[in-house]
């Protein structure tokens, strides 16, 4: 079993210089698959444990209500064999004890931590990369067996004067210009240094 992910020349600009003329690389994104619905995950589990699917689904629902239940009262709750997930926020932080008010709260989040034996089943996975050209053609395959390093959100992190603790984030000034994003499945903004090859 492998992750398939997608390299596929872009033409990138940095700057909004209509004279620019960009630079040219290859941007990696996973290649997801379509999106599994909750019945054919339920018909899967019944046939792996046993159990008829009216009772899984009776499971699932269940559980689904008091991970949302608890989750919402502010535990960090344990989903079985995949990790934890609870409640987050990302606020402004204030100097003033008067000033703190329930709009400085710019969102609410919700946030995984996956357990140690899923991350480490994904470090582990195989990649498999196909590399397309700017004409939509494929130039390329890589398929590598190394280990990989698995992000955790639920580290403290320091980032443009946001810091994490807790589930929760104390927000400084907001750095103007900012163009970092997540590559998550789709192609998110370029990196400011051309020459390096990364799109963070």
Known sequence: ?????KAVEKLLKFNKDENDPGVYRYVMAPELYTSLNQKKVIKEAALRSGVSQGVMQACWDAAGEVIKAWATEGHSVAIPGLGTMRFGLRAKAVEDVNDVKSKLIKTRRIIFTPDVDLKEEL??????I????????????VTSTDGGEVEDNDTNSTENGSTEQGGSTQQGTETPGDNTSDNTGGNGGGNDD??????S
């Open 1 to 5: 079993m492998a992750l398939k992910v």
């Open 123 to 128: 470090a582990s996975t195989a990649i498999q």
């Open 130 to 141: 196909t590399c397309f050209d700017r004409n939509g053609k494929e130039v390329k395959r």
């Open 194 to 199: 051309p020459d390096d090859g990364v799109i």
